[in-house]
């Protein structure tokens, strides 16, 4: 049974699934800077454009949640599913995610940040212009 609004899912979904995807950027970070790359200062300011679009997007969430008064807790963890708590008014819902399900999520959401960070800076367009 939902007892959450679609949009109060939808905010706390998104805000997860980007915190997640910004773990996961910046062990890339770590992993290409600490590794055995020849080559590491174009792989590191990709993954840290990303990042910074990152961040901005989950204060934005950030800002939504506290508005809503929404918040996610971690529950439980297994090999299969991952398990979280929905709290928004005093209202709960408890939701399981598949972890092969989660891993897709992320790797859609980087993917979708490497599209933007690797958009031409708008304000540096305008001004050689």
Known sequence: ????TE?????????LFLSMAIIVIQQDIHLIQTGAFK?????VELLKRMASKALNERKRLRKQMQ???LQVIPLEKNNTFSSYLFL????????NYF?????KKVETII???????????????FANT
Request: hydrophobic share 30%; proline share 6%; with cysteine.
């Open 67 to 69: 508005k809503h008064k």
């Open 1 to 4: 049974m939902r007892y959450l």
């Open 111 to 125: 993917l979708e940040l490497m599209r933007k960070a690797l958009q031409p800076d708008q304000s540096y367009a």
């Open 39 to 43: 080559i590491k200062a174009p792989y």
């Open 88 to 95: 928004c008014n005093g209202r709960e819902e408890k939701r």
């Open 99 to 103: 972890n092969p399900t989660i891993q």
């Open 7 to 15: 949009e109060e899912v939808n905010i706390a979904t998104k805000f």
